[in-house]
């Protein structure tokens, strides 16, 4: 890869994108995390949970997420990747 291939001929301080990187919306099951990956394919997405840290690896890279206050002591308990977002939806609260 040459110098520079990887942004396309944009120089590498330009933003790619802008908007909000997560949002919290409530649900009549729990809540869904809205978490922009607009770059990221479905197949190349994982995550992991423990306790209340969220790990979304996308690829090589790799970030961790400490969930907000209204997302504490709730599993996340799917995701699925729609147009550039990808939206967790976490269950009740863990007794």
């Known amino acids: 890869m040459k110098k520079g291939e990887c942004f396309e001929g944009n120089p590498p301080g330009q933003f790619f994108y802008c908007g909000q ?3 919290i919306s409530q649900t009549d099951e729990g ?3 809205d978490m922009a990956l607009p770059f990221a394919q479905k197949g190349d997405i994982t995550l992991s949970q423990r306790g209340d840290e969220l790990t979304v690896r996308v690829g090589d890279y790799k970030r961790n997420i400490f ?3 209204i997302l504490l002591g709730r599993d996340a308990l799917g995701a699925k990747l729609e147009s550039g ?3 967790i939806k976490f269950g009740g609260v863990n007794k």
């Open 85 to 87: 977002v990808l939206k």
């Open 31 to 33: 809540y869904i995390l």
């Open 21 to 23: 990187s997560q949002k």
């Open 67 to 69: 969930l907000p206050r």
